[in-house]
């Protein structure tokens, strides 16, 4: 790994990657699309007609109780899809095997967290057909509690299969889910439980990680006792507490308010008809970072989103009956909501699911699992990649991963030179890797290779999915030349993208929909090679990309400032090996606070609480003032620069007083 991975250099490095990887003959000849020719004819027709394309797509993919009658309606920035039409996510994804030879064929594999002796983790596998009782059952205590179609449920669990129950429970009974990360913080869950306006909160008594317990019931319980500045609780609107029994460590159970999940079970019948639903009807919610401090509630919606789903995990992993898919991500991130329960489900195929680190016990627990069960398919992130190319390919090499026959990746950029350890190591220099670039907002994947038709080379999510067109183009929303950098845009609608920003429509259109008129903004630069393939450079916003997370700077930035001793703070990222770009903030403190190694330490803690461990601070530095323009704006571009090491560049004729910048450029201690 010579070269960095930050996206600036990243842009350089790839403009001179000339390898190209055909797919093989025998894969082609197998797969759904069979060569390059066949992509671009139904990618051509797809986008001329799109109408006919997706209402043919929608017809044929997915189960409805009634037919649409229109396929799309579109004011921008609103659109709807298959209107008239009605259907349930959780009887595509499970009530449509059950009379087929699916029925008692494995929809989950589930892997637990080894114990910290050393005994291999619990297994535990779940039927198409058991699935579907579980869901039922569980949908069955929803309706117990109180949950009724349009209730927003929060869901806040480790990676365990009843998360799985739980979203498509809240599917079965028009509840719309939001999965919070169980990484994240009190606060994060009051933030959210107060934007959404839950009414019921769906947890465990603990998570295991790495041998410890994450104590996620503890947190709720903090969760539900935060209150704003005038004392008045944020989470309100929460009448109920589902506890599943994780870890069984001891925790409160509030009379009236908590219930247990195995307890509730006991009540229910496992026969539960699934709610005959709008194909708009709202499916989830999913925060996400956005330039601003405040988390984005991205809202998806029925048809348009499982149909994007469905689709994209299909073609792009080339999806067939045998297949034992793994998708690594935690449901807790969009990927785990498209590509772990509701695309791969919807295809009828068996899913592993892994409830631990990649390095718990020892840094070959992902090859452990592939060669237990022979997967064939796994889908993974950069991230990760970069980690397991610096723990050694010894690791790797001491299992047999020949069953893998399809790669894929998510999340941010891969350097080629990742991609060529994962195209060697992994693969065996026989499965084809695909780079899939996409976003919470796009609902599922939008520009990748297919495996058996798109000629690969590494470092590019290569062209669009069917129905998609991107354009790379400038400020004024004129497309660019090949090979010139721009502002990544989406042309057309298309069914997975988000309906809207819960609760926030002038923020929604703000956003997405006046960057680049009558087109979707993505927030990412671009640029497009001479054949046409989209070689992602990384956000244009305040937004960072730290380990395949997305990051508000500005988010941070108030968690920083709520500290009693900090008086301001700027965020930046700085690129770095493993984890793609790193978090550096820069910190002024109130008069009379001492500049300290423990408080450092004391501040990393503080955004790892309020936010939660993904957005903790890799360094903090300490400084009188922080460069500034006369206008009082903070010079980020010559923040980033001291984080990097770099020498000062560039104008700093604006920049009120000199002096800040030899301070903060020295202030590594
Ligand atoms: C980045 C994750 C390059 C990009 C599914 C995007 C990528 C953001 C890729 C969305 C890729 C994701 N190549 N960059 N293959 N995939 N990104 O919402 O900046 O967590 O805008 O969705 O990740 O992150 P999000």
């Excluded at 649409?68 to 449509?96: H, I, Y």
């Excluded at 005994?119 to 117990?144: I, S």
């Excluded at 772990?340 to 699992?369: H, K, Q, S």
Aim: overall charge positive.
């Amino acid at each position: 790994m010579s070269k960095s991975v930050g996206p600036a250099n990243n842009f350089e490095s790839l403009l001179k990657e000339t390898r190209v990887f055909k797919p093989a003959k025998e894969f082609a000849a197998k797969a759904h699309i069979k060569s390059f020719a066949q992509y671009q004819r139904m990618w051509t027709e797809s986008v001329k007609q799109p109408e006919k394309f997706w209402a043919k797509q929608a017809t044929q993919e997915l189960v409805w109780f009634k037919p649409f009658t229109k396929v799309f309606q579109w004011k921008e920035p609103n659109a709807k899809w298959f209107t008239g039409g009605k259907l349930n996510v959780s009887s595509n994804c499970l009530d449509r095997w059950l009379d087929t030879d699916l029925a008692n064929k494995a929809a989950l594999i589930w892997e637990g967290e080894p114990a910290t002796d050393g005994k291999p983790g619990e297994e535990r596998v779940l039927t198409f057909k058991q699935l579907h009782r579980e869901v039922c059952r569980f949908a069955n205590v929803l309706k117990r509690n109180g949950i009724q179609k349009g209730d927003r449920v929060i869901i806040y669990l480790p990676m365990v299969p009843e998360a799985a129950i739980a979203m498509l429970a809240c599917t079965r009974v028009g509840a719309v889910h939001s999965v919070i990360f169980g990484g994240f913080s009190a606060q994060s869950v009051a933030d959210r439980i107060q934007d959404s306006g839950a009414k019921m909160v769906i947890t465990a008594d603990g998570g295991y990680r790495r041998g410890a317990v994450v104590p996620l019931k503890k947190n709720v319980d903090e969760a539900l006792r935060i209150t704003d500045a005038k004392g008045v609780s944020l989470t309100q609107t929460i009448q109920k507490v589902v506890v599943l029994r994780r870890t069984w460590n001891e925790i409160h159970i509030e009379e009236g308010r908590d219930v247990w999940w195995h307890r509730e079970l006991e009540y229910v019948s496992s026969h539960c008809p699934a709610e005959k639903l709008d194909s708009e009807a709202p499916l989830f919610i999913l925060y996400t970072s956005g330039s601003t401090g405040k988390p984005k509630g991205i809202l998806h919606t029925t048809a348009g989103y499982l149909l994007g789903a469905k689709m994209t995990s299909k073609y792009v992993f080339d999806l067939r009956p045998e297949d034992v898919y793994w998708c690594t991500a935690d449901v807790g991130w969009v990927t785990g909501h498209s590509y772990i329960v509701y695309g791969p489900l919807a295809n009828g195929t068996t899913c592993v699911m892994y409830e631990g680190a990649p390095n718990w016990p020892e840094p070959d627990r992902f090859w452990r699992i592939i060669a237990k069960y022979g997967v064939t398919v796994l889908y993974t992130a950069p991230t990760a990649i970069r980690a397991f190319m610096k723990w050694g390919e010894e690791w790797p090499n001491k299992h047999d991963l020949s069953s893998l026959r399809v790669l894929g990746t998510v999340g941010e950029p891969i350097n080629p030179e990742a991609w060529m350890w994962y195209h060697r190591v992994i693969g065996g220099g026989r499965c084809p890797i695909v780079d899939t670039w996409w976003q919470t907002e796009t609902g599922s994947i939008m520009i990748t290779p297919l495996p058996g038709a798109t000629p690969l080379k590494p470092g590019t999510a290569t062209l669009p999915f069917f129905g998609i067109l991107p354009e790379v183009v400038d400020d004024a929303g004129k497309a660019v030349p090949r090979n010139t950098g721009g502002k990544l845009v989406i042309r057309k609608p298309w069914p997975s993208m988000l309906r809207g920003i819960w609760g926030d429509p002038e923020r929604f259109k703000a956003t997405y929909w006046s960057e680049v008129k009558g087109s979707y903004f993505t927030g990412d630069g671009c640029r497009q090679d001479k054949d046409g393939y989209f070689w992602i450079v990384g956000r244009i916003d305040d937004v960072l990309n730290v380990a395949g997370h997305r990051i508000g700077t500005a988010e941070v930035e108030s968690a920083l400032v709520s500290h009693p001793s900090v008086a301001e703070a700027a965020v930046v990222g700085r690129p770095d090996e493993l984890k793609g770009q790193a978090l550096v903030c820069f910190v002024t403190l109130k008069t009379g606070q001492a500049a300290t190694h423990e408080l450092k330490a004391e501040l990393r803690n503080h955004v790892g609480k309020e936010i939660g461990p993904v957005a903790k601070p890799d360094d903090v530095r300490f400084a009188d003032a922080l460069p500034k323009t006369r206008s009082g704006k903070i010079m980020r571009r010559l923040l980033k620069q001291v984080a990097s090491g770099m020498e000062i560049k560039g104008d700093t004729t604006t920049l009120e007083d000199l002096s800040v910048l030899a301070q903060l450029a020295t202030a590594e201690d």
